[in-house]
């Protein structure tokens, strides 16, 4: 059975630095894809940034430059290196893995920045 557990949120000022991790357990397929998600209240949950199992990455607009995603394999972790940050990053950031037969989704770390 496939687990991702998100830890690294907290409370954080304006400009900023967390790096939020993602450990995977399980028997996982590849080709695949990890990425972060994150939802704010009151907003649709968005897509931040992605990571392929071959190292491929993508980014949502409003974080690049800011926010860096990395996986090491051999550790089954994910990393979300998030700098500058601003209050619009406030959200809960979801860990997910997508696989060719389905995706699989962590609980969540709540990321608050103050203003």
């Known amino acids: 059975q496939v687990q991702l557990v998100e830890s690294g949120g907290g409370l954080v000022q304006a400009g900023g630095s967390l790096r939020l991790s993602c450990v995977l357990s399980g028997s996982i397929l590849s080709p695949n894809a990890m990425a972060w998600t994150r939802q704010a209240p009151g907003k649709q949950r968005e897509l931040v940034a992605e990571i392929t199992s071959g190292g491929t990455t993508k980014y949502v607009d409003s974080v690049k430059g800011r926010f860096t995603i990395s996986r090491d394999n051999a550790k089954n972790t994910m990393y979300l290196q998030m700098n500058s940050l601003k209050f619009e990053d406030t959200a809960v950031y979801y860990c997910?893995?997508?696989?060719?037969?389905?995706?699989?989704w962590g609980q969540g770390t709540q990321v608050t920045v103050s203003s």
């Open positions: 997910k893995l997508r696989t060719v037969v389905r995706e699989y």
